[in-house]
């Protein structure tokens, strides 16, 4: 188990979790302590104004009685500037009865979304919708939520949380 703590530089993120190597080691010792082991930690580490690819050689912490090889792991930390992508996007409402026509305030919303560099094209609005379900009892506001399955952002945010709509029967 990886124990280290970082600190990115200034408009830096992690391009993709750490990684440690090997991910896996040979434990030496009585069977009966060997058997109440799941994982293996690291020294502990601290990493300060990551602002590159960064690889150190850890050295592993066996229980007390215990020997593990390799005694060490490579963790590799990859650091890359982040911008922020906007997209306008429709708010599409679910669940609207077909005597029914809905009117949203407004009708659109701005997400904004923190990507890295290496990334950025990644990343289009075809990636977003922004939806609200039909209210099953009369309220006021409806709550906009952000479905996206792109694994390349880190943060999202929106101009707007809600809506107001007026119901129109057809």
């Not at 993120?13 to 434990?27: C, D, G, K, M």
């Not at 009892?137 to 007026?166: A, D, F, G, M, Q």
């Amino acid at each position: 188990a990886l124990q280290a703590s970082w600190m990115l530089s200034d408009q830096y993120q992690l391009a993709h979790a750490p990684t440690l190597f090997p991910q896996e080691v040979e434990i030496f010792g009585s069977r009966s302590a060997i058997a109440l082991v799941d994982t293996i930690k690291t020294e502990n580490v601290v990493i300060t104004n990551l602002n590159d690819t960064l690889q150190r050689i850890l050295s592993l912490v066996p229980p007390s009685g215990l020997r593990v090889m390799p005694q060490t792991t490579t963790l590799t930390l990859i650091a890359e500037q982040f911008t922020d992508k906007s997209f306008t996007l429709p708010i599409q409402i679910e669940g609207i009865p077909e005597e029914e026509i809905i009117h949203t305030f407004p009708s659109e919303v701005t997400v904004t979304v923190r990507v890295g560099i290496s990334n950025f094209a990644k990343v289009s609005p075809q990636d977003f919708h922004a939806v609200c379900q039909y209210p099953s009892t009369p309220v006021s506001v409806l709550p906009i939520e952000i479905v996206h399955t792109n694994p390349y952002i880190t943060l999202l945010r929106t101009n707007i949380r809600e809506i107001e709509y007026i119901i129109e029967r057809k």
